[in-house]
């Protein structure tokens, strides 16, 4: 089985990714003690790869992967977008404000984006990828699953609440999983046969 670190601190993220990677023989661990580079890029993907060059600097597996992701909502400018986990302290109290800041807004379209970069052991850049999951804010919390926004996220494509959906069910249309998908297949048709 290829063991690739998975550049997060976010056992959430690291659930998700681990479901998905069953099937492909591929296991992501996490860095072991504190993960917390810094995150001063300007867009989802250069995040990304502060985190994954971070993560190449302390861990000793051939493949570094990071995830870094958020909600834009289209009628607040894309907020809070790369600020999604930092919008607030806690989770529910960044749910909270972003409902405040809807208050009275019509447009409630949203997406969740998820750039995901694949470095090497140099730090050097293979691989990346950023995908979206579109739907809308709900007007209140509906669910119990997921993490972060799920809550008040309804999924098009599903047609319910990003926290009413099963673990199987997210891993089919999340914006984490598309771009997984686009990175296992990378790695399956590309890398392990050079
Ligand atoms: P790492 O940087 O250690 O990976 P993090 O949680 O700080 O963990 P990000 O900087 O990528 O990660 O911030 C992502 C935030 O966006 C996350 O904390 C949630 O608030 C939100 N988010 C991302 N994906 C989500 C999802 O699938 N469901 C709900 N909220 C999500």
């Known amino acids: 089985?290829?063991?690739?670190?998975?550049?997060?601190?976010?056992?959430?993220?690291?659930?998700?990714?681990?479901?998905?990677?069953?099937?492909?023989?591929?296991?992501?661990?996490?860095?072991?003690?504190?993960?917390n580079p810094i995150e001063d890029g300007d867009n989802f993907l250069d995040n990304a790869y502060c985190?994954?060059?971070?993560?190449s600097k302390i861990g000793n597996t051939e493949l570094y992967l990071a995830d870094d992701s958020g909600l834009c909502v289209e009628a607040l400018n894309g907020e809070p977008g790369i600020y999604s986990a930092r919008y607030a302290e806690t989770p529910k109290l960044r749910i909270k404000k972003l409902l405040s800041n809807m208050q009275n807004i019509k447009n409630?379209?949203?997406k969740f984006v998820?750039?995901?970069?694949?470095?090497?052991?140099?730090?050097?850049?293979?691989?990346?990828?950023?995908q979206e999951c579109l739907g809308y804010i709900m007007e209140e919390e509906?669910?119990?699953?997921?993490f972060g926004y799920d809550p008040i996220f309804f999924v098009d494509d599903m047609q319910k609440?990003?926290?009413?959906?099963?673990?199987?069910?997210?891993?089919?249309?999340?914006?984490?999983?598309?771009?997984?998908?686009?990175?296992?297949?990378?790695i399956k048709n590309e890398y392990n046969k050079k």
């Open 161 to 186: 609440g990003m926290a009413e959906l099963t673990k199987e069910e997210k891993a089919q249309v999340s914006h984490r999983a598309k771009s997984l998908n686009k990175v296992l297949n990378w």
């Open 108 to 110: 409630r379209r949203a």
């Open 51 to 55: 985190k994954a060059k971070y993560a």
């Open 1 to 35: 089985m290829l063991k690739i670190t998975l550049a997060t601190g976010n056992s959430h993220k690291a659930e998700e990714i681990n479901i998905i990677a069953k099937e492909y023989n591929i296991e992501f661990v996490v860095p072991e003690g504190e993960f």
């Open 142 to 146: 509906k669910g119990e699953g997921g």
């Open 114 to 130: 998820c750039a995901m970069v694949v470095t090497d052991k140099n730090g050097s850049i293979l691989f990346k990828t950023q």
